[in-house]
């Protein structure tokens, strides 16, 4: 079975690291830069020390990402500066993450993209730390661990977008990754989404494509004013005509069939995305992951937590 899955890998070496560290450390030494309030100072400050240390090759990779059809990137051996102690309950102190905030930001500014928050999830907050929380228990969250968080895109109860919009009403293109800690180990599993449509008969594909769907919310989406969850109703889980190929809205747990033909077609893709080969990167320290939210579907296994100081901690950024 072919995998489609167009997946970038790039290493810097040992040398560029340091350089690149001290460069970030010196500009962010004795400044308290928080990325909610000077997103843009940090880009600056990431983007030029990326720009006047890493290699014209891995340049080349980040700036032509978004043109090149390939369906995600990870750069590895990126500077790790110490973490303080995992903020399980989500939210974290943002001053000691200065090096780290400035890297994350520069590397989108390199993307050519534009990293922004939405005001129904995370209290509107830019980065999005994904840790085992425990309010989140039984829960399939980013915030969640004891339950498996099965293939999904994030937010597909929105339309999608366009280029040259407001981001926000839509869902996400890009989910970008930086890596505090992640002793346990977890991989963060990607699947590009025409290794599973090739699995899927004609007749049920159509099925997929139609307007026959109800897609919730996520439980990381705050409710709704009148206390409901938000949900985009009679919508297709695929688009198979996208400017750039096909792309899904889908979670396991929030999509619904209006319809025995549609929870037919919504059991025949489940049991595919089980099935297919994926790609199952354990992202650790010095790791930055990008990929297409439109048409790459993630997951990850159930797994148990490391103690609440040295549990798993990535830092999620939306860009677009």
Not at 244 to 257: E, F, I, K
Not at 267 to 279: E, K
């Amino acid at each position: 079975m072919k995998d489609h899955m167009r997946f970038v890998q790039r290493r810097i070496e040992d040398e560029t690291r340091d350089l690149l560290k001290k460069e970030t450390e010196e500009r962010v030494a004795e400044s308290d830069l928080d990325p909610d309030r000077d997103s843009e100072i940090l880009a600056r400050i990431g983007a030029w020390a990326l720009r006047r240390t890493l290699p014209s090759e891995v340049l080349g990779a980040l700036k032509g990402f978004s043109a090149s059809g390939n369906h995600a990137l990870l750069l590895s051996n990126l500077p790790r500066p110490e973490a303080p102690p995992t903020p399980v309950h989500g939210f974290a102190d943002e001053g000691p993450l200065a090096v780290t905030n400035a890297l994350h930001l520069g590397l989108i500014r390199l993307l050519g993209l534009t990293p922004y928050a939405v005001g129904y999830e995370n209290r509107g907050r830019l980065i999005r730390n994904v840790v085992p929380n425990p309010e989140a228990t039984g829960t399939a969250s980013s915030w969640g661990s004891d339950s498996e968080f099965f293939w999904h895109t994030d937010n597909p109860h929105l339309p999608f977008g366009g280029p040259d919009v407001n981001p926000r009403p839509y869902v996400p293109r890009y989910l970008t990754f930086c890596v505090a800690r992640n002793v346990e180990e977890v991989p963060t599993e990607v699947m590009a989404l025409e290794t599973a449509l090739d699995r899927i008969p004609e007749k049920t594909l159509r099925v997929l494509a139609a307007p026959v769907f109800e897609i919730a919310a996520p439980e990381s989406n705050d409710l709704a004013d009148d206390g409901a969850r938000r949900f985009h109703g009679r919508t297709a889980v695929l688009e198979l005509d996208g400017d750039d190929g096909p792309r899904a809205r889908y979670d396991r747990g929030t999509t619904r069939g209006r319809d025995e033909a549609a929870d037919a077609a919504l059991d025949t893709w489940a049991a595919a995305l089980a099935t297919v080969p994926c790609r199952r990167p354990v992202l650790r320290p010095g790791h930055f992951l990008i990929f297409d939210n439109y048409r790459v579907v993630h997951r990850r296994d159930a797994f148990e937590p490391a103690p609440d100081d040295q549990a798993r901690w990535l830092r999620r950024c939306y860009a677009s």
